[in-house]
């Protein structure tokens, strides 16, 4: 049977299966264990709960193997049987060890909560630039499959043009560093990109550049207060002018476009780094409603392991 004692002998091992070294493990499982007695309490006494405290049998397994499987399940995404039958449990009773330590996880965690009121409470200069490196945010869309909808609303809706598979979509918003400062909820894969960023995106502060790719054309007129940067696109190009001869780009544009490319290349970093987990880049088994929750875990984990630190 796995377990934290014999995992953490191998610290090679133990990153590739947890996405964390032993000491990022530790410095998170002391925090838990700090916050986890009232933490349980509050969850046991629920106004909802049928039962007593002290009803029903005690965890198999102690917190930090509960944990440690929480890791594995999320780094390597296997099937709940077998994360189970690896720590001694039964499929079910390891998804509902696995799901009753989330939310306290995700509070643990520097989320993208916790980012965007962070944003909010910006005032000076010294605070933006701390917060935004170079006075620069970056934004990006990633798209994750999801298994085929029987609903054959959803199958239309949730089908992406650009992937040719069924999937859902989430924004991510980046400073310089990769700190992930905003993610919006999921939303269907036929939506656009712009689309989901005037339904969800970060107030930023008037003096940080927001930088786009071509999937956001439009923002520059509908937020004119934004100061932001998109690169030139050809024109004579796009849907319903076949056979106009395009525009070609000029020295100066083209090198723009590079220079902001390069520039841009640090949210495509931590769309790889979220995808390292792979609850958040292989095909999502789960139900969507806990979509959500998991993949704030994942920028919670991607965020602590850039800044080293639980404090916001």
């Given at each position: ?139 990006d869309a990633t798209e994750q499959e999801i298994p085929r909808p029987q ?162």
């Open positions: 049977m796995l377990n934290y004692a014999i995992l953490s002998k191998h610290p090679e091992h133990f990153k590739t299966f947890t996405g964390l070294t032993t000491q990022e493990f530790n410095t998170l499982n002391q925090q838990i264990a700090q916050q986890y007695p009232a933490y349980e309490h509050n969850r046991l006494t629920k106004t909802n709960r049928k039962r007593a405290i002290g009803a029903g049998h005690p965890y198999k397994l102690d917190l930090t193997n509960r944990l440690l499987m929480l890791f594995l399940y999320y780094r390597l995404y296997t099937s709940s049987t077998l994360i189970g039958y690896l720590f001694g449990l039964d499929q079910t009773n390891a998804l509902r060890n696995i799901r009753n330590l989330e939310p306290l996880l995700k509070d643990v965690l520097p989320n993208t909560d916790k980012q965007t009121q962070k944003i909010k409470r910006l005032k000076t200069t010294a605070e933006i630039e701390k917060m935004f490196p170079g006075f620069e945010a970056f934004t609903n054959k609303t959803k199958r239309k809706t949730h089908y992406s043009g650009k992937k040719k598979k069924h999937t859902v979509k989430t924004q991510l918003t980046v400073n310089k560093q990769g700190t992930i400062v905003h993610k919006s909820p999921h939303a269907k894969g036929r939506t656009h990109d712009y689309a989901l960023y005037k339904h969800s995106h970060p107030k930023l502060p008037p003096e940080v550049a927001a930088k786009f790719d071509l999937g956001y054309v439009g923002v520059e007129k509908d937020y004119p207060l934004l100061k932001c940067m998109l690169p030139f696109k050809k024109k004579g190009v796009g849907r319903g002018k076949k056979g106009v001869k395009a525009e070609p780009l000029s020295g100066e544009q083209k090198l723009f476009n590079k220079l902001l490319s390069s520039a841009r290349v640090v949210v495509e970093h931590a769309n790889s780094r979220v995808k390292k987990f792979r609850i958040f880049g292989e095909e999502f088994r789960n139900r969507l409603r806990r979509y959500d929750i998991m993949t704030d875990i994942v920028c919670g984990v991607v965020n602590f392991r850039i800044s080293g630190t639980l404090s916001v």
